[in-house]
């Protein structure tokens, strides 16, 4: 509850913020100050002090799976800002509006990861949505970031109409939008809820950029500002992400072995896609794009698995994927060439970048001794335990070793091709945050539990 | 706590060196941490041999039961003796070499070898497959840094060979750690019964990783490109000690584990192991090129020493202890020789050298001395190795076709000793040319490194008993685990 009300004021605050304060560098600290306070309510609401006392009718429910994912989230988003919150500068003139925006982002982000009726779940996913459009077109003056705007509008709008008919048919199936009541009726094959279920899917999948519903995202990712990017690709897919397994849990899981075979469809289809296409990029920001469906694709393990190993897997993957990937994008902003030869020979002019950049790239390629390997690791193992369907896990392994060949291009072109790649003059904070930031990626590839114990408080 | 120590020495070590600018002083670090190291495994060898010292276990990932448990039992002690020895040969064979940005080279191969220390100390099989894959990063990364023209090309392919294997191998690790009520101690895998029909079809998960790593026909394609395009120090620690862990693995985590899955395709396996053989000697033989006979040579010993494993018989295995360490040191001592002749003439052409040992005595008899071992004349490590394993195959009771498996591999001997006496007739004998007239005395290093190896070769080829009582006890328990399904 902390953080959905105070994330909604304080990005009222920045909103106005931007009439009242003239200088660039206090609105962008009066952000981060908010992220930060934001994580600290959340870590204090997870050890059971709350501020906000307010009656829910039982609409959301603050358990410690939700309240760890927004703890990842809400850390996530700090680290973000600390790295790339002066680039968020550059995009356009309404500097206070994108920190407002992404506040708002967070505010959803906190219901979805907490709805409990299917009524809270599209609020919370809508409220995520809405402001992405504009931060996809925030960059007004560069035709790719407006059509990119407009195509993510109107297929998110597209796939909102399928959730919103979804709901409603389930509504009519159940007669309530409680999550709880959904699972008794799924259990028995009712055609009205299996059609629902089967458009909420739908929709949802959409949401996560799951393949064969994974075509805006190249688009949308490659025509929005590199910050934005970097924002929507981790902390927003992965809120999305937890929603949807909550709702999984409650909805699908009892009757789990009539999913099963569609789920196993989307994540072959997720993974090869995603993997195969990234193959043939020339651009790094492209080829995170496509690198993003991929790991979508392993995260969706997690719905297929359905056990305690999923929800901590869950856990660590945001964690893992969303950490990587915000460095990676930290360091592509500072690249003046985005395709993979502006990286040639980057250890040579930028040996700090190029070295952490390595970590990240290794993490997600899910190499030993870096989070990534856990990531997928737990999803592995959640899905060996259903004992079925070992040919889609080593499917996946199969994927991930062709995940393997585009992330370390990029290791090839920084430290093994001749080449004078570029990047801008960066701070000393950067830098500092940036070696922390790997750190933390190595500490979690060590010891996941630091993590996922928090899981059961 | 001897064994945390081998990791933990050039763990510190290597990362220590990233801060070492200095080309001269880091390749003083480096050599110091290699002896460091050699020592304290010697000393696990001799005064402090209880297991308590040896020994190490506290839990690590609580949630999923995995521990950090390390240890070293008589093959542990042998690969780990093998590792501590052949680095700071490497260091010292190659002291003449330089290298750009000379104190990440030895950081790196000192972050390799802690990563080869964990792979056989290991008693817990995801930190075994941790280790498995990290050993293989510094590798990449020194090879695609220091490598020659097509280094890229050649360590990505290497890379993603094992990248491949070692993921299916972790399907494979993760299927029999729920078979094991979700354990991944070593001992409790070994006391697991997999039902035959499902180990049929798993022992390809984890053995598919174990024989692109050794390699085995026809998983073998990364191993010529690599071992030529890789600096000579990074081509000594690839096939001197990281395809023993091919080896190592199949003894340690396939064999006992699933034995009837071992018995099931040993015929399969051996048949691979035979043609690769064949092959890799019939290509030695026509080759040119002094850093791919070498590379070729070993596909054919490689070969032999898993077509040991396969038969399951108490002598075969000691043959392959023997010789895992034996080859360990002669292919290091042919890279010392190769290494040293590319830096004199600046090729490694057959068909461009000849008549050296009138110009360098000493080189030539060292090089005689290691190309013998390598072909297993008695006297020399080789020859116990090698008989053992000849005597397991022929009287191996898990298999008919013992006495023509036997025959087969023998024509390999034969072809080895061709390629080989060609090689140093061609290099040492014969006229010589314009430019091996021109040749500078070798480094003495050079010379030290390979006089090690020539009293090593000699060593434990005269007296190879304790070599033999070392691993016994560990033959027997994996004998003990493999006969189960007989």
């Not at chain 2, 600018?21 to 002896?35: P, Q, R």
């Not at chain 2, 024509?411 to 040492?428: E, H, W």
Request: aromatic letters at 14%; hydrophobic letters at 55%; charged letters at 10%.
């Amino acid at each position: 509850m902390n953080a959905i009300i105070f994330s909604a004021i304080w990005g009222l605050l920045m909103m106005f913020s931007g009439i009242f304060i003239r200088a660039k560098a206090a609105i962008r600290n009066l952000a981060i100050a908010g992220v930060a306070l934001l994580l600290l309510l959340n870590l204090a609401e997870m050890s059971h002090m709350s501020i906000f006392h307010i009656n829910v009718r039982n609409m959301l429910v603050f358990d410690s799976f939700g309240l760890l994912f927004n703890t990842v989230a809400f850390g996530a988003t700090l680290i973000y800002l600390l790295l790339s919150a002066k680039d968020i500068d550059d995009v356009g003139v309404n500097q206070a509006e994108y920190f407002a925006l992404i506040f708002f982002v967070l505010c959803g982000v906190g219901i979805a990861s907490s709805f409990n009726t299917l009524l809270m779940l599209f609020l919370g996913i809508e409220i995520i949505s809405i402001p992405l459009y504009i931060l996809t077109g925030s960059d007004k003056k560069n035709l790719k970031s407006n059509e990119a705007s407009l195509k993510y509008f109107l297929m998110g709008s597209f796939s909102t109409g399928i959730m919103l008919m979804g709901i409603a048919l389930i509504y009519g199936a159940s007669g309530s939008f409680a999550v709880a009541n959904m699972a008794k009726i799924a259990n028995g094959f009712v055609p009205v809820m299996m059609a629902g279920l089967l458009l909420l899917l739908i929709s949802m999948s959409f949401k996560v950029s799951a393949a064969p519903f994974h075509f805006w995202t190249p688009d949308v990712y490659d025509g929005a500002p590199t910050v934005f990017t970097a924002f929507m690709a981790t902390i927003v897919k992965a809120a999305v992400f937890v929603a949807f397994v909550r709702l999984f849990d409650a909805a699908y899981g009892p009757s789990l072995y009539q999913w099963r075979l569609t789920i196993a469809f989307i994540i072959a289809a997720t993974l090869f896609i995603g993997n195969i296409t990234a193959v043939f990029q020339q651009s790094v920001k492209r080829m995170l794009a496509y690198s993003s469906i991929a790991q979508a694709g392993f995260m969706f393990f997690a719905l297929f698995g359905y056990n305690e190993y999923a929800k901590e897997g869950i856990i660590i993957y945001a964690a893992a994927y969303s950490l990587a990937t915000i460095g990676i994008f930290a360091i592509l902003i500072k690249m003046k060439d985005y395709t993979f030869d502006g990286y040639n020979g980057l250890a040579k002019q930028q040996p700090l970048l190029a070295a952490t950049n390595t970590i990240f790239l290794l993490s997600l390629a899910g190499i030993p001794a870096t989070a990534g390997f856990f990531a997928k690791y737990y999803m592995l193992i959640a899905a060996v335990k259903n004992g079925a369907y070992l040919w889609l896990v080593i499917f996946a392994v199969l994927c991930a070793a062709v995940s393997a060949y585009y992330y370390f291009r990029v290791i090839q072109a920084m430290y093994f091709k001749e080449g004078n790649g570029q990047a801008k003059e960066v701070s000393p904070t950067f830098k500092i945050i940036l070696v922390l930031l790997a750190g933390l990626v190595i500490l979690l590839g060590l010891f996941p539990q630091l993590l996922t114990t928090h899981l059961y408080f | 706590m001897i064994a945390v120590l081998l990791i933990l020495i050039p763990l510190i070590g290597g990362l220590a060196l990233f801060a070492v600018k200095n080309e001269s002083s880091a390749k003083g670090v480096a050599l110091f941490t290699g002896i460091a190291v050699l020592v304290v495994s010697l000393l696990g060898l001799t005064v402090m041999n209880s297991a308590a010292n040896l020994n190490y276990n506290t839990p690590w990932l609580g949630s999923l039961n995995s521990n950090f448990h390390v240890g070293l039992d008589g093959m542990g002690q042998l690969l780990c003796l093998l590792t501590a020895v052949s680095f700071p040969l490497i260091f010292i064979a190659t002291w003449n070499n330089t290298y750009k940005d000379g104190n990440r080279f030895y950081a790196l191969m000192l972050l390799s070898q802690a990563g080869l220390m964990g792979v056989f100390v290991a008693m817990d099989a995801l930190l075994f497959y941790f280790f498995w894959e990290l050993a293989l990063i510094p590798v990449y990364f020194l090879s695609s840094i220091w490598g020659g023209e097509k280094r890229i090309a050649a360590t990505f392919k290497f890379f993603v060979y094992t990248f491949v294997g070692s993921l299916i191998m972790l399907v494979g690790i993760i299927y029999i750690y729920f078979q094991a009520q979700q354990s991944f101690d070593m001992q409790a895998w070994y006391h697991l019964k997999i039902n035959p029909g499902t180990q049929n079809w798993l022992f390809w998960l984890l053995f598919i990783a174990f024989a692109i790593k050794m390699p085995v026909w026809p998983f073998h394609t990364w191993q010529p490109d690599a071992y030529e395009q890789s600096p000579t120090a990074v081509t000594m620690v690839l096939s001197g000690i990281m395809v023993k862990m091919g080896v190592f693995a199949v003894l340690r985590w396939l064999a006992p584990v699933l034995p009837d899955g071992t018995y099931l395709w040993g015929d399969t396996v051996s048949l691979l192991c035979l043609t690769g053989m064949i092959y890799a000697s019939l290509i030695a033989i026509r080759q040119d090129d002094l850093k791919r006979l070498i590379a070729y040579s070993s596909i054919a010993h490689m070969g032999l020493m898993c077509l040991a494993i396969f038969a399951s018989d108490k002598s075969g295995l000691q043959g392959v202890m023997v010789q895992m360490f034996s080859h360990g040191i002669n292919i290091i001592g042919l890279w010392i020789v190769a290494n040293a002749i590319e830096t004199k003439f600046g090729t490694r052409k057959l068909s461009e050298l000849g008549g050296l040992a009138q110009k360098d005595p000493a080189l030539a008899i060292l090089l005689v001395v290691v190309a013998l071992a390598n072909i297993a004349l008695p006297l020399t490590n080789g020859f116990v190795g090698e008989f053992l394993m000849f005597n397991g195959v022929f009287s191996s009771g898990v298999t008919r076709y013992g006495v023509l498996d036997t025959a087969v591999a023998g024509i390999c001997i034969i072809l080895a000793a061709v390629y080989t006496l060609n090689m140093i007739k061609k290099i040492f004998y014969g006229d010589s040319n314009a430019l091996t007239q021109s040749g500078r005395p070798t480094a003495f290093p050079v010379l030290v490194s390979l006089a090690v190896i020539a009293v090593l070769i000699f060593i434990t080829g005269v007296y190879p008993k304790p070599m033999l009582q070392l691993t016994t006890d560990t033959v027997d328990a994996i004998l003990k685990y493999m006969k189960t399904s007989i």
